[in-house]
Structures are given as structure tokens and as C-alpha cells.
């Protein structure tokens, strides 16, 4: 343990001792929540005494619901090419959780992470004893990869990402950061940029491979038309209604696209425009903007009620997992949290769909998925709300036109699919899995 390390420990703890009694206080009025807190401080973890010693065991961990996504895709590929090896599966959000426990049900043990404390996660450790810690994307804790190189359990990160943003604040923190991945026994990077930037931080480059992005080949890329047909009957659109989607949206941008709205709504006739908060407690601001400047408005909630149909030209969205999915009915979709600077969201939902996609040019989050999008021609960037209205209303206008480029969104999702397959193999290699 360095000088750095020890200061990062110091100060955990410290914050930890300030804050944890007021925490634990109001846990105790709530029996889930202080089980969740007493799961992540590493107390009343359940015993793994009956799995077989004999068989690697791993822990993935995957933040919210994007990451679980990743990680069932390259858990999929892994079942395929190896024989099945117990799964621990680990959560920070709430969200993901219940994505995990849903999605992974049978499968794997599903618990919330342990919080980067030295004795939480010893105690985590001590209790699962796992083979191989594979952390999705880039959560970077140092104690608790110290403490799994202590213990000799191997280390991963699959699909591994670092945007432009989180470069800048991890190099202020590198002489942390150098020690803690020279423990890591390896790299599974997203994009050769993602790669660049973790050798930056001080990960050994001979450890660090681009294998592409395991979302690509995410099993909810399906369509299931039927579920496409019921959301029509639920928004009352059709084939050859003219739908705009704006997901995703945070900050200003919920002013911005209630203008954006204004804008199309005399250029497009019969438009329906669908908004989606990127946090559902921002859609009741939203509903106050609206009614603010005269906008008929419904929340998604109350369609489908006692047979109630759309009746309103705007939709807000009040529920949580379905916006994937109403892409679906689309003809053009936003991707917000990129007119302002805010890194932007993941454009490759939408592609999924065959949906041409418009987003501002805060985009540092997600470069690689933007490149990718550009380079066949399904996304376009617009540069302020003048262009997006501008943009919008043409596709919405010329639907041929919109479903070609749809077309080339999809297509770029297809050219990338087989990540989680190389991702899997990485695994499989660091733990010596014979085949199949």
C-alpha cells in the first residue's frame, strides 16, 4: 500500500465514519433499505459453503442497468463457448438491480456491491471467495482490486470504456490510479481510444486488447412485433403517423425540446412527440413546462387506464424500462443529454431499431457509438435547437428518407455484433475453462 493508497483509505473512512451513523439512522425505519446497506458494508452476506470448490467461481460487477445488459451478453457467449461456472452478479443502482434479478433469474446470485471500504470488502470476499472479479465498463475501486490481488483472485474489465471526461478526472488522481491497474490481469476495451486511455492511467499496454462493444449483441437488440403493435394500439399511432421521440432528456434540454415541440407541431401535422426524462421524478417539471406554455399533454400513465386512449399530441413518460422498447414506434428519435454538456446518452438503443437518430454535440460519453453511427450515416449531430428542429421536421416529412437512414443505423449495429464472444474468451482464457 503506497502513500496514495493510504490516503485514499484514510479519507474513506473518515467519510465513512461522518456519514454511515446518519445513513444507518434512517435505514432502520426501512427494513429493505438497511438490509441493502448492511449487504454493501459486507455484513449478512449469505453463505456460499454448498457450491462446488471445484468449479471457478466469478463475481461481475455491472453499475446499473446498461452494464447488466453488457454483462448478460457476454455471460450468454460464455455458456455457449464453456460450461456453465457460477455467477455472482453485483449491483450499485436500484434500477439494476431489478434489471439483474429479472434478467438473471436462475442463473446467477444477484446482490448489491460491496462499498470501497478495506474491511467491507474483505469481509465481501471472505464470504464469496471468487475466482475472478470482472468489473463491466471501467469501475475503477482500488480496494477492492488491492484486496482480490491480495487474496489471488484474478481481475478483468470487460468492455471497458473511459470517455473523454472521466479521462480528465481519473489523470488528476494517477498516482493512485497507476498502482491499482498494474493489478489488473487484464483489459477488454470497447474502442482502440478506450484503450489509449487506460494505458494513459498506467495500465501495462501488454495486458490491454480491443475486443468492441458486448451491448452490440445484448439480447433486447430483438424486435418483438407484437409488442411493437401493442404500443401502437396504446399511443393510437399508426404506420403513417409522424412520431418524435426524445429520450433521455436532462437539464435544459426540457425547455429546450417543449420549444422544439412548438416548432414542429406547425410544421408537422398529426405529429405525436413522445418525451422521456433521463430520471423519472423530472417528468411532473416537464408536465409544469408544458402546461406552462399551453401544451396538451398526457403522462404515459394514464394511457391504457379503463380504456382510455391518447388523445393528446405530447406524451410524457412516467414509467421506468419502457423507453427501449418505444423506440420502436418511432419515426425519429433525439438522444438527450448532448445539447448540453452533459456527455450525452446511448445512441445505440435506438439504432437498434432501424430509427435515424439526432443528438447534440456534447457526445464525450459516447464517442465510439457516434463514430460508429456516423460512419454508416444513421446519426446526425445538431448543433443547437434551431438545427434539430430543422432536422426533425424533414424526416418527419419525408418518411422514405428516415427509413433509409434507420436502415444504415441498424446496419451499423449489425457490423459490430461478436464483442461479447471475444470478451467471453478473454474470460474463459484467465480462468483455464476447457470448452464445451
Not at 124 to 145: A, G, Q, Y
Not at 246 to 254: K, L, W
Request: proline fraction near 5%; hydrophobic fraction near 45%.
Amino acid at each position: 500500500m503506497n502513500i496514495f493508497h493510504f490516503t485514499y483509505n484514510f479519507l474513506a473512512t473518515a467519510l465513512s465514519l461522518a456519514v454511515l451513523p446518519a445513513v444507518w439512522m434512517q435505514a432502520r425505519r426501512d427494513p429493505a433499505r438497511k438490509a441493502v446497506l448492511a449487504q454493501r458494508l459486507g455484513y449478512c452476506l449469505p453463505s456460499r459453503d454448498g457450491l462446488n470448490p471445484a468449479r471457478p467461481r466469478i463475481w461481475i460487477h455491472a453499475v446499473s442497468v446498461g452494464e447488466v445488459k453488457a454483462a448478460e451478453a457476454v455471460v450468454n457467449a460464455l455458456d455457449i463457448a464453456c460450461r456453465k461456472v457460477p455467477i455472482l452478479l453485483t449491483t450499485t443502482t436500484m434500477a439494476g438491480q431489478r434489471y439483474a434479478r429479472r434478467q438473471f433469474h436462475g442463473r446467477a446470485t444477484v446482490e448489491y456491491a460491496p462499498v470501497d471500504l478495506w474491511t467491507a470488502i474483505g469481509r465481501f470476499l471472505s464470504v464469496h471467495r471468487p475466482d475472478l472479479l470482472v468489473c463491466m465498463e471501467t469501475e475503477i475501486w482500488p480496494n477492492w482490486i488491492f484486496r482480490a490481488h491480495g487474496a489471488g483472485i484474478k481481475t478483468v474489465f470487460l468492455n471497458g470504456r473511459i470517455s473523454a471526461r472521466s479521462i480528465r478526472s481519473y489523470m488528476k488522481i494517477r498516482p493512485l490510479m497507476k498502482p491499482t491497474l498494474e493489478k489488473v490481469n487484464a483489459f477488454s476495451m470497447i474502442s482502440a481510444m478506450d484503450a489509449r486511455r487506460i494505458i494513459s492511467l498506467g495500465a501495462p499496454a501488454h495486458r490491454v486488447q480491443v475486443n468492441g462493444n458486448a451491448k452490440m449483441d445484448a439480447q433486447d437488440w430483438a424486435v418483438d412485433d407484437a409488442l411493437i403493435e401493442n404500443l401502437k394500439r396504446t399511443y393510437a399511432v399508426d404506420d403513417h403517423t409522424p412520431v418524435f421521440i426524445a429520450g433521455s432528456v436532462r437539464g435544459a434540454e426540457m425547455d429546450i425540446l417543449m420549444d422544439v415541440y412548438g416548432r414542429l407541431a406547425v410544421q408537422v401535422p398529426g405529429m405525436v412527440f413522445i418525451i422521456a426524462p433521463r430520471h423519472i421524478e423530472n417528468s411532473p417539471g416537464i408536465a409544469a413546462r408544458a402546461s406552462a406554455k399551453g401544451i396538451d399533454w398526457q403522462y404515459r400513465t394514464q394511457l391504457g387506464k379503463t380504456g382510455r386512449a391518447r388523445h393528446s399530441p405530447v406524451v410524457i413518460l412516467d414509467t421506468i424500462g419502457e423507453l427501449h422498447h418505444l423506440y420502436g414506434i418511432a419515426t425519429v428519435v433525439f438522444c438527450g443529454a448532448s445539447l448540453v454538456p452533459l456527455g450525452g446518452q446511448n445512441v445505440l438503443e435506438a439504432a437498434a431499431w432501424a430509427k435515424p437518430i439526432l443528438y447534440g454535440p456534447s457526445m464525450e460519453d459516447f464517442e465510439e457509438a457516434r463514430t460508429l453511427l456516423e460512419t454508416f450515416g444513421g446519426g446526425m449531430c445538431v448543433k443547437d435547437e434551431v438545427e434539430l428542429t430543422e432536422r426533425a421536421a424533414y424526416l418527419l416529412t419525408h418518411p422514405c428518407e428516415a427509413r433509409r437512414l434507420g436502415c444504415l443505423a441498424k446496419k451499423a449495429i449489425l457490423s459490430s455484433q461478436g464483442a461479447a464472444g471475444r470478451h467471453a474468451r478473454m474470460i474463459a482464457d484467465l480462468l483455464h475453462l476447457p470448452p464445451a
